[in-house]
Nanobody, 119 residues
């Protein structure tokens, strides 16, 4: 299983970026997909989740600015980030999770992509 993120970079405050995470080696459509971020000196936090059924959830600080969506045909999940703020600066990770009917939950992580927002 491999998750590969892309789309990070340097952007001015108020700008936009779209992160992508493409999966391979897994049945993508059954997994819930999550975007996490970790800023220097801070704990990793979940930013957005999209379930296998398409339901979404966001942490309060990004509601109305970030949108998570997925294209199962492309095995890809996206995070559209608008109105970026300096406090959004972090390494962003995508993660896939699936809880089978029996056995432990499966979790897979990408390597991360850096987002830096300048003032």
């Amino acid at each position: 299983v491999q998750l590969v993120e892309s789309g990070g970079g340097l952007v001015q405050g108020g700008g936009s970026l779209r992160l992508s995470c493409t999966a391979s080696g897994m049945l993508f459509r059954i997994f819930d997909m999550n975007w996490y971020r970790q800023a220097p000196g801070k704990q990793r936090e979940v930013v957005a989740t999209i379930t296998s059924g398409g339901g979404t959830n966001y942490t309060d600080s990004v509601k109305g600015r970030f949108t998570v969506f997925r294209e199962n045909a492309r095995n890809t999940v996206y995070l559209q980030m608008n109105s970026l703020k300096t406090e959004d600066t972090a390494a962003y990770y995508c993660a896939a999770s699936w809880r089978p009917r029996s056995g432990p939950r499966l979790d897979y992580w990408g390597q991360g992509t850096q987002v830096t927002v300048t003032s």
